[in-house]
């Protein structure tokens, strides 16, 4: 089985910064592709950056630029440092990973985490 947990979303004025954490556990294999999507209220779920194996990093253009996505491989661990907030970023932000376990790949999904800015 998998987990994911995320951490470090919170409250933050227009202009702060935050930095999301992502660990997965289990009995995993091998992490390709890992990234970061967000609901905001009344929306849908977006994407808001991924990044692979090798390191190739993807963003949504509403964050190109403030946001960057990056890994760590040895903790199993995806990072979101999100600066320049503004409030069209809040929402629950949700870590995601294509994880191969048992000789198959799958993708799974953490809990979600609150970000909020406001002043």
């Known amino acids: 089985q998998v987990q994911l947990v995320e951490s470090g979303g919170g409250l933050v004025q227009p202009g702060g910064s935050l930095r999301l954490s992502c660990a997965a556990s289990?009995?995993?294999?091998?992490?390709?592709?890992m990234g970061w999507y967000r609901r905001a209220p009344g929306k849908q779920r977006e994407l808001v950056a991924t990044?692979?194996?090798?390191?190739?990093?993807n963003y949504s253009d509403s964050v190109k630029g403030r946001f960057t996505v990056s890994r760590d491989n040895a903790k199993s661990t995806v990072y979101l440092q999100m600066n320049s907030l503004k409030p069209e970023d809040t929402g629950v932000y949700y870590c995601?990973?294509?994880?191969?376990?048992?000789?198959?790949?799958?993708?799974?999904w953490g809990q979600g985490t609150q970000v909020t800015v406001s002043s």
């Open positions: 995601n990973a294509n994880i191969l376990m048992a000789g198959s790949w799958s993708t799974y």
């Open positions: 289990g009995s995993i294999f091998s992490i390709g592709t």
């Open positions: 990044i692979t194996s090798t390191n190739y990093e």
